[in-house]
């Protein structure tokens, strides 16, 4: 397996927001203070929100090739957030 890094965090990310919303940009992606958590900033027409997702649930997709349904849920729950109250 590949080696995680923030980089290869963060493309796995957008590519997986990017299916759930093509207007909602990641716009950061961070190691939180807890070493086991990331911190994943998002942006739509113009406001930002922030999930944190666990470590061993990003790994656990990357190993799965993207057929984890666990980051695609977590990310649809903050894509969702965003859409709900920021929606027009």
């Not at 980089?7 to 950061?28: H, N, Y």
């Not at 349904?69 to 929606?87: F, Q």
């Amino acid at each position: 397996m590949t080696e995680m890094t923030i980089d290869l965090i963060e493309e796995t990310l957008r590519k997986e927001v990017q299916m759930l919303d093509k207007s909602v940009r990641v716009v950061a992606v961070e190691q939180s203070k807890k070493k086991d958590i990331y911190r994943v900033t998002l942006l739509k027409d113009g406001k930002s929100g922030s999930a944190d997702l666990q470590k061993e649930v990003i790994a656990q997709h990357l190993s799965q090739k993207g057929k984890g349904k666990k980051l695609r849920s977590a990310l649809a729950k903050a894509v969702s957030h965003l859409s709900i109250n920021y929606g027009r």
